[in-house]
C-alpha cells in the first residue's frame, strides 16, 4: 500500500507541472522539428535517457535521427536540428554540443526548466518546463526527468497525427535484431 502512496505522489507532482506547459512553445517546436533534415538529440544522466527514448520514437516515425554520444551518427549540417534535455541548462558538454550546432548551421531546441541558463541563450526554440513544485519529495530531477518522457510522448502521439503514422506502420520500423 505504501507504494501506491508514493505513487499517487508522484503522479500529483507531474500533473501539476503538467498544466502549466506551454502549448505555443510546444507547436513551435513541433513545426521545427518537421521542417528539419536530420535531428540529433542529446542529454546528460537520466535526462539523456528520457531523451534516447525520444529519438528511439521519432526513428519509428520515420525520421532521420541520431544520438550526438553514438558514433554511427552522421555530419550536422545547416538545417539540421540539436534538441537536447537538460533541466540546469548549465551542462558543461551539452554547451559544447550547442555551440558546435550554432557554427554549423543547425537550429538548437532545449527543454528546459531554466529559461535564463546558457543553453537557453544558445536555443532558436526552447521548451521551458514548469517548475511549481517547491518541495518535492523524490530526489534531484526526478520530476524533470518524469515529465519530460511524459512531453516528448504526447509529441510523438501530435507526430504521428501530423505524419498520419499509425502504430502498425511505426511497429514495421521496430528494431528486428535484438
Not at 532521420?64 to 553514438?70: A, C, H, Q, R
Not at 529559461?115 to 544558445?122: D, G
Request: aromatic share 4%.
Amino acid at each position: 500500500m505504501y507504494i501506491k502512496t508514493i505513487l499517487q505522489s508522484i503522479l500529483t507532482e507531474i500533473s501539476t507541472q503538467s498544466e502549466n506547459l506551454p502549448e505555443d512553445q510546444l507547436n513551435h517546436f513541433i513545426d521545427t522539428l518537421i521542417n528539419s533534415k536530420h535531428i540529433f538529440l542529446s542529454g546528460c544522466g537520466r535526462s539523456g535517457l528520457m531523451i534516447g527514448a525520444f529519438a528511439n520514437r521519432l526513428m519509428h516515425l520515420g525520421l532521420e535521427v541520431s544520438l550526438v554520444n553514438e558514433i554511427t551518427k552522421p555530419k550536422a549540417n545547416a538545417g539540421d536540428l540539436l534538441i537536447i534535455g537538460s533541466s540546469s541548462g548549465e551542462t558543461k558538454s551539452l554547451i559544447c554540443y550547442a555551440e558546435q550546432a550554432k557554427k554549423l548551421g543547425a537550429k538548437v531546441a532545449l527543454f528546459t526548466a531554466n529559461n535564463s541558463s546558457t543553453l537557453a541563450q544558445l536555443a532558436d526554440i526552447m521548451v521551458v518546463m514548469p517548475n511549481t513544485i517547491i518541495k518535492s519529495k523524490q530526489p534531484m530531477g526526478s520530476t524533470f526527468e518524469q515529465l519530460s518522457l511524459l512531453i516528448y510522448d504526447s509529441i510523438i502521439l501530435s507526430l504521428m497525427d501530423k505524419l498520419q503514422q499509425s502504430p502498425e506502420v511505426m511497429k514495421s520500423r521496430h528494431a528486428n535484431i535484438e
